[in-house]
């Protein structure tokens, strides 16, 4: 039996059909035309120039720069942050006094405004009168406390991930922690009848049952880490001397700040590309870990 | 077996620090005298309670405030009347490719919103919603729509067939069977998607920054980021301003934490 009839579904996919793909699939799919063009933005005409913006990117400095950033972030920030929150989320799973408001705080950050969370660790990091140097300075650490963390191009982006991590954290330990509910206590007991210690039980049970958990994480942290752009946009707008450009700060600088935007489209082109092959192969690699409970 | 467990707790307490440390440290600065030396380590001598009645002031943060409340209103009831629409035809319309629609409303998961920022500006030119509420809000529903349909989709697999079909053999129209028998149900998902889309509204800081450029349209984020261009020495004041700009989220956590951390890990988990 049918519940609607064309009529109907028409009228129930129609308004969410029409702005998904006015507002935002349509400007998107159209960039597939203006990265080949020489468009400069200002009305929604513009010269078809061939693969010359595809070559001129790939010998852009700023696209090896972009490239390397987008590396780092993904890289550190799946393991740093991944490692923290799966040690937090065993933890702060079990039943302790405190434990609610523990969790809390440590998800705390990640409801907070980019904006907010850019401007306390600009201080934090802000050399003289920030909280770092004034730390390390009280702890007799001079070598530290002169380090001006956001303005040195070897330092900033380590730095801006730094931030990341201390915002996300709790989000990703919330996610393993629902991952580690849908652990049926019966292996653990199990696995102690037969003699495993703690250690052995957690690589061998814990770690194997978690991987649907890890891809989840992981695909949304990879795909937020290369689509970033707020983090940096407010701590440093790309600088110092370029060294924090991510694909983000990129298009939105070619897009408005030089009016070249079907050149910014053209990298855009080759980003959603990178993310799309990333995300499939993550989910690939990651789905022949997992194992049937 | 007992020096492990202090170890573990140990570090438990040592990423506690790195969390609340900053977090008091907002706290403490928003508080110290704007013209003196900033001591980030310890809680001022005096409190200087009047930089929060200034940074209301000089930032603009009533006005903002409404602003932002006005796009999250609009933006946050539209997406939910989309999607769920939208999942319900997609759950029922296996004869017309829904799943075709289906992975095409996924993309908007995948693909990054600024790949097609300057089309979407020129096109809130042509339409006059350049610098307007309602134009920021239109880009959030058609970007933010994707995670609701999804659920709501998934949500509506689990409603049984038999429930709706016998409402329609008594004779409901599909609307009416829609809009009495399936809304109803829809509760749990509904709140799932409620905090999802209202925090991305409210923290949006891409879609202010390109499509709000009057001084007088800005909300709370953009509002705070020009703060401190203006501003920039000054850090009592752009931290007492940035803690009022977080304080309504913070309220709002303080008193419904289990529900909004719930919303969002279950909007990532099931997404």
């Known amino acids: ?96 006094r405190g434990v609610v408001w523990m969790r809390a705080v440590i998800f705390y950050p990640a409801i907070l405004n980019t904006v907010v969370i850019g401007y306390i660790w600009s ?36 730095a801006i991930s730094f931030v990341i991590i201390w915002q996300y954290t709790g989000y990703s330990m919330m996610i393993y922690m629902a991952g580690l509910q849908g652990i049926s206590s019966d292996i653990y007991e199990s696995a102690s009848i037969d003699g495993a210690n703690a250690r052995q039980k957690f690589f061998k049970i814990t770690l194997p049952l978690l991987v649907p958990a890890i891809t989840v994480n992981t695909v949304l942290s990879v795909i937020g880490n290369m689509k970033q752009f707020e983090h940096i946009w407010v701590m440093t707008q790309g600088g110092p001397a370029n060294s924090t450009q991510v694909f983000g700060t990129l298009i939105y600088q070619f897009a408005f700040k030089t009016s070249q935007p079907g050149y910014g489209t053209a990298m855009a082109i080759l980003l959603s590309i990178l993310i799309m092959l990333v995300t499939v192969s993550i989910i690939r690699v990651l789905g022949r870990w997992e194992v049937k409970q | 077996m007992r020096a492990a467990k202090i170890s573990s707790y140990g570090i438990v307490a040592v990423c506690l620090a790195v969390i609340l440390v900053p977090l008091f440290v907002l706290a403490t600065v928003s508080l110290q005298n704007s013209s003196g030396t900033l001591n980030p380590l310890a809680l001022p001598e005096t409190y200087h309670w009047s930089n929060y009645p200034k940074a209301i002031e000089v930032g603009r943060l009533v006005l903002y405030f409404t602003n932002s409340v006005t796009v999250l209103a609009v933006s946050l009831s539209a997406t939910l009347v989309c999607s769920i629409l939208a999942g319900y035809a997609l759950r029922h319309g296996r004869a017309w490719k829904a799943d075709w629609y289906f992975s095409y409303f996924l993309l908007g998961m995948i693909l990054p919103g600024f790949a097609g920022t300057i089309q979407s500006f020129l096109l809130l030119r042509e339409l006059s919603l350049l610098n307007t509420h309602l134009g920021l809000s239109i880009i959030q529903v058609a970007g933010g729509m994707a995670l609701p349909i999804f659920l709501y989709f998934q949500f509506f697999k689990t409603v049984p067939l038999e429930i709706e079909e016998a409402a329609m053999i008594d004779g409901c129209s599909p609307i009416r069977i829609f809009w009495q028998v399936v809304v109803p149900l829809t509760l749990p998902v509904t709140s799932t998607c409620i905090i999802v889309i209202a925090i991305n509204s409210w923290n949006d800081f891409f879609g202010p920054l390109v499509y709000l450029s009057s001084p007088d349209s800005r909300t709370l984020p953009i509002g705070l980021m020009f703060f401190k261009t203006q501003y920039s020495a000054n850090w009592p004041q752009l931290f007492a301003a940035s803690a009022l700009v977080a304080m309504p989220i913070t309220l709002l956590y303080m008193f419904v934490q289990r529900f909004i951390i719930k919303g969002l890990v279950g909007g990532a988990v099931k997404g």
């Open chain 1, 1 to 96: 039996m049918r519940i609607l009839n064309l009529k109907t579904f028409l009228l129930f996919l129609a308004p969410a059909l029409l702005l998904y793909s006015l507002f935002y699939a349509g400007p998107i799919i159209s960039g597939l035309y203006y990265g080949f063009t020489d468009w400069k933005g200002i009305s929604f005409s513009a010269n078809w120039i061939g693969l010359d913006n595809f070559k001129n990117v790939f010998s852009d400095p700023l696209f090896a720069t972009a490239l390397r950033n987008m590396f780092i972030l993904a890289v550190i920030v799946i393991v740093v942050q991944h490692a923290i929150s799966i040690f937090l989320a065993v933890l702060l799973d079990q039943k302790l």
């Open chain 1, 123 to 158: 201080y934090m990091y802000s050399p003289f009168v920030g909280f770092l140097p004034k730390f390390f300075e009280s702890l007799g650490l001079d070598a530290l406390a002169n380090i001006d963390w956001l303005g040195r191009p070897d330092t900033a982006i380590y």
